[in-house]
């Protein structure tokens, strides 16, 4: 059974950093390619960031660039997403997905964890 675990989140101010986390189970980690994907409040959801299995390959929202970094350590089945100079907008249920190979769709979602920016 495939588990895709966020934690990290939580309430921070305008400016303040988060570092979320994403451990996945029940799966060959280092051979999915994971993303970060967020839905604001009434809002659809967005991706956020993607990184290649080995870690080499990087993508952003342009809404984040130079913001948020991704990474990974497949050791330690996990991947991560650094978010630094925060923003009210960037308040979400952030989530984590995983998909194998050069599939369009995403395998498997977590629950999500919520990130809260307050001005």
């Known amino acids: 059974q495939v588990q895709l675990l966020e934690s990290g989140g939580g309430l921070v101010h305008a400016g303040d950093s988060l570092r979320l986390s994403c451990a996945a189970s029940?799966?060959?980690?280092?051979?999915?390619?994971m993303g970060w994907f967020r839905q604001p409040p009434g809002k659809e959801r967005e991706f956020v960031a993607g990184?290649?299995?080995?870690?080499?390959?990087?993508e952003y929202a342009d809404s984040v660039k130079g913001r948020f970094t991704i990474s990974r350590d497949n050791a330690k089945n996990t991947v991560y997403l650094q978010m630094n100079s925060l923003k009210p907008e960037d308040t979400a249920v952030y989530s984590c997905?995983?998909?194998?190979?050069?599939?369009?769709?995403?395998?498997?979602w977590g629950q999500g964890t919520q990130v809260t920016v307050s001005s």
């Open positions: 990184i290649s299995w080995h870690g080499g390959g990087t």
């Open positions: 997905a995983a998909k194998w190979g050069a599939s369009a769709l995403y395998n498997y």
């Open positions: 029940g799966l060959t980690f280092s051979s999915y390619y």
